[in-house]
């Protein structure tokens, strides 16, 4: 189980305190004791409070960016299935930087938008993606609510 926090501001302009983040992933600290981090980009904000499970590395820190910050993304959870889906990916093209399952996200999403992406995952889950092109911030959990947003 991890803890997930953001900050969100209509208002592009908007500075997004670092602090304000840091706080929310140290009170998540019961919820992630692994690590912190966090991620901003213009007017929004993620926070993450990981417990390491899939990929021990610093390298699967979040909260994940894509190249040129196109995608942000904080996530609890596990997605069961990511190993066959991780694969399929791989043979369309995709490179991962990690091994952890929460990756698959930010490569589903561009080729599948939204709504097809979530018709894949199976699992236990709650993430915060933001789309810097589309200015859209998308919160999501598992069918069932056992990972709470």
């Known amino acids: 189980m991890c803890g997930i926090g953001g900050y969100f501001t209509l208002e592009r ?5 670092p602090e304000i983040l840091v706080h929310m992933a140290a009170i998540q600290h019961h919820r992630g004791p692994d690590g912190y981090g966090y991620r901003i980009l213009p007017g929004v904000g993620f926070a993450h ?3 390491s499970i899939n990929d021990l590395r610093e390298s699967a820190n979040q909260p994940f960016t894509s190249d040129g910050d196109k995608l942000m993304m904080t996530h609890n959870g596990e997605f069961y299935d990511f190993s066959r889906i991780r694969a399929d990916l791989t043979a369309r093209g995709a490179r991962f930087r ?3 399952d929460s990756e698959i996200v930010m490569h589903l999403y561009p080729r599948k938008g939204i709504d097809e992406t979530l018709k894949h995952l199976r699992g236990e889950f709650a993430f915060g993606l933001f789309d ?4 859209r911030l998308m919160l999501v959990r598992d069918r069932f609510g056992i990972k709470p947003l």
């Open 49 to 51: 409070a990981r417990l």
């Open 98 to 100: 990690t091994k952890s």
């Open 13 to 17: 302009n908007t500075k997004v305190e």
């Open 132 to 135: 810097a092109e589309k200015d």
